[in-house]
């Protein structure tokens, strides 16, 4: 019997730019489809931390340029990223079930995502987007008003503020294509941030939320029995990088949060995955979350390798 699976796609599975990008999703597109062929039925989620920073700073060029352009809002590019990530990854999806004798309809749900305005997150801007700088470039921002940080360890980039996602705007219509069998792409970069706003209007927030914690809570409303959260080490470690290096199999809510409480998880990194996929864990009895690399989600659905987080 097949399991129903929310896989959470990092940057390292989408690339950093056009050209990276389209060759990175027909990899992607091959290990998602190996679980698929397998019997397992699958929604994707995706990240957008490159992208997003990429559209905004270009619609910010073009606004200083051109006055008759305002700002796009950081919810207007999280849309924009959205679409043209979906675009290049269900048509890479469709492609390899076809190849493989699958007709399986893929599709990407434009997702909002319900945030608190009063989340204390706007106050303190954590998640970083776009390329990444030097320390002068990113000094050179800061100047100019921007919020920049240091990114566990690989260079500086710009950041914004990322709310905890309350609820998925688009739950009902994400739950029907995948009870009907199909293939969905929903919560891209996290979803689209907004709020309601007098009445039943819904405002964009100028956030980006951690796809890491809207992946949880789509696995969630979903019912999902795994959450895999990809990334780029094979599993979760504690003292990364040291000689006492130790990778983990297994990993219990109690044991994580003793990790976290410790500094043993980079925030920004590796934190809000562990974060999430404890969540999920505790959620309901026989949830597992799988923390691993896109090339071994397969082996760790199987329980070959990755870091399994349950209770």
């Known amino acids: 019997m097949g399991k129903r699976i929310v896989i959470a796609l990092g940057g390292n599975a989408l690339g950093n730019n056009l050209p990276e990008q389209m060759a990175a999703v027909r990899h992607t597109a091959k290990a998602i489809v190996d679980l698929i062929e397998e019997g397992h039925q699958v929604v994707v989620a995706h990240g957008n931390g490159p992208q997003v920073g ?14 008759r352009h305002p700002l796009a ?4 590019c999280t849309a924009m990223s959205q679409g043209y990530i979906g675009y290049d990854l269900q048509n890479s999806l469709r492609e390899e079930l076809l190849d493989r004798g699958i007709p399986r309809p893929v599709a990407t749900i434009l997702t909002q995502v319900e945030v608190d305005p009063k989340d204390p997150a706007f106050q303190n801007p954590s998640k970083p987007i776009g390329t990444f700088m030097t320390e002068a470039e990113a000094e050179e921002l800061r100047r100019r008003g921007d919020c920049v940080m240091e990114d566990a360890g690989r260079g500086w980039r710009r950041c914004v503020a990322s709310p905890k996602p309350k609820a998925i705007v688009e739950i009902e219509t994400i739950r029907t294509l995948v009870d009907a069998g199909q293939v969905a792409i929903a919560c891209g970069g996290g979803g689209i941030p907004v709020y309601p706003d007098q009445g039943n ?14 992946s949880e809570l789509l696995a ?4 999902a029995d795994t959450l895999i959260i990809l990334t780029a080490v094979e599993k979760v470690a504690i003292h990364f990088g040291k000689p006492d290096q130790q990778w983990l199999d297994h990993l219990t809510p109690e044991e994580a949060r003793k990790y976290a409480a410790e500094g043993e998880f980079a925030p920004g990194s590796m934190l809000p995955k562990v974060q999430a996929a404890v969540k999920f864990a505790e959620s309901k009895p ?8 896109l090339e071994k989600a ?3 659905i199987d329980g070959k390798t990755g870091t399994a987080v349950h209770l």
């Open 220 to 223: 969630e409303e979903l019912d």
């Open 298 to 300: 397969r082996d760790g």
């Open 201 to 214: 209007h819904l405002k964009g927030a100028g956030a980006v939320i951690d796809k890491d914690f809207a």
């Open 54 to 67: 990429m559209i905004n700073a270009a619609m910010t060029t073009l606004s200083r340029e051109d006055h």
């Open 73 to 76: 809002p950081m919810s207007v």
């Open 286 to 293: 026989g949830r597992t979350a799988l923390i691993t690399l």
